[in-house]
């Protein structure tokens, strides 16, 4: 390993990509939002800047997602976004090429995969590797995957939600939904336009999540105003929400989220699930810190559950420790030069 490679960690997430540059940490935690521009297809913003921009940009202006479900939606946009967020980490100094870890979910096709290495590599990276993200959630966490320990891995981010049981390295048993943060964000748009009659935008239904969303009802409820339009006048109009509508409103998410656990608990060997019942269940991911929901985990399956430390930062946490000790992780580790 020469001094000049350097070497990169992207979480390349439907909602946030985070960047980690090993010796210096998490360097960058962005939106993966692209701004547009319709005319001549210019890309005019990207990451916060963009994000701003969302639901508030003039015709002439798209500021969309280029990830879905964790996957690649659109090639050319994800490359100028992984291209800015590269050159952003490494400061625009840099001349050498660096050697990227990207992560992809557990169910992503190898066509996917191929598109992840293709995109950063036409983006400036010398080489590319991707790694399956409850192996680095797994990492992250300060799990010791090489063990023959069965270790349950719950990831949910914005648009899939990772489960998988870990050992000796490799993934015994795994699952990926496509039922997140993001599904439970539309969730709360939806319910607010039955009950309410109002239009609310999607960065609104996400604080409202974050505010006073919960995963089981709760006794002291929080509340929040929203702000939002009509739908019968079309004028603005506020409205105080409460914690447990809330939860009435993404129970069904949940409801899919769990199904997902419950699955791979079901594959899971029998050896390991006596280990899963010692340990626990892993929560990773930003969306698995929706209040009371490792609580939830537990009433449904009867498996203790605990959230990680730093659940968001988990995946790109695993990367970088990945990045540093590529040798002891060669299994795991799918490459392309």
């Avoid at 005019?44 to 940009?57: F, P, Q, S």
């Avoid at 935008?201 to 105003?225: F, H, N, Y």
């Avoid at 498996?303 to 040798?327: M, N, Q, R």
Wanted: aromatic share 4%; with cysteine.
């Amino acid at each position: 390993m020469s001094f000049f490679s350097k070497k990169l960690g992207i979480d390349l997430g439907t909602a946030n990509t985070l960047v980690f540059l090993p010796g210096r940490g998490v360097v960058l935690n962005e939106p993966s939002v692209v701004a547009v521009s319709e005319q001549d297809n210019q890309i005019l913003a990207v990451g916060n800047d963009a994000k701003d921009m969302i639901g508030k940009t003039p015709d002439s202006i798209i500021a969309y997602r280029p990830m879905k479900d964790g996957v690649i939606a659109d090639y050319r946009v994800t490359e100028a976004m992984l291209r800015y967020f590269i050159n952003k980490a490494l400061g625009k100094w840099n001349i050498w090429k660096p050697e990227v870890m990207i992560s992809v979910p557990a169910g992503v096709t190898s066509t996917e995969r191929r598109a992840v290495i293709e995109a950063a590599i036409k983006a400036g990276a010398k080489n590319a590797y991707v790694v399956k993200e409850p192996i680095l959630a797994a990492i992250g966490a300060g799990i010791s995957i090489q063990e023959a320990v069965g270790h349950m891995i719950v990831d949910i981010g914005g648009g899939t939600t990772d489960v998988a049981v870990i050992s000796l390295g490799g993934i015994v048993a795994c699952t990926s939904v496509k039922c997140a943060g993001n599904k439970l964000d539309a969730a709360i748009t939806d319910y607010i336009k039955k009950t309410y009659n109002l239009a609310i935008g999607d960065k609104t239904a996400e604080e409202i999540k974050i505010q006073v969303g919960s995963a089981v009802p709760v006794e002291e409820e929080l509340a929040m105003t929203i702000k939002g339009r009509d739908f019968l006048t079309g004028l603005p109009r506020a409205v105080e929400i409460k914690t447990n509508e809330i939860v009435k409103a993404i129970s069904k998410e949940l409801r899919d989220m769990i199904k997902a656990i419950k699955d791979v608990l079901q594959e899971t060997p029998p050896e390991l699930a006596s280990d899963i019942i010692d340990n626990g269940i892993i929560m990773t991911g930003g969306s698995s810190m929706l209040r009371n929901l490792p609580e939830l985990v537990f009433r449904r399956t009867g498996v203790k559950a605990v959230l990680a430390d730093d659940a968001l930062y988990c995946v790109v946490k695993g990367t970088g420790i990945a990045l540093d000790h590529l040798d002891t992780y060669k299994k795991t580790i799918i490459t392309k030069r």
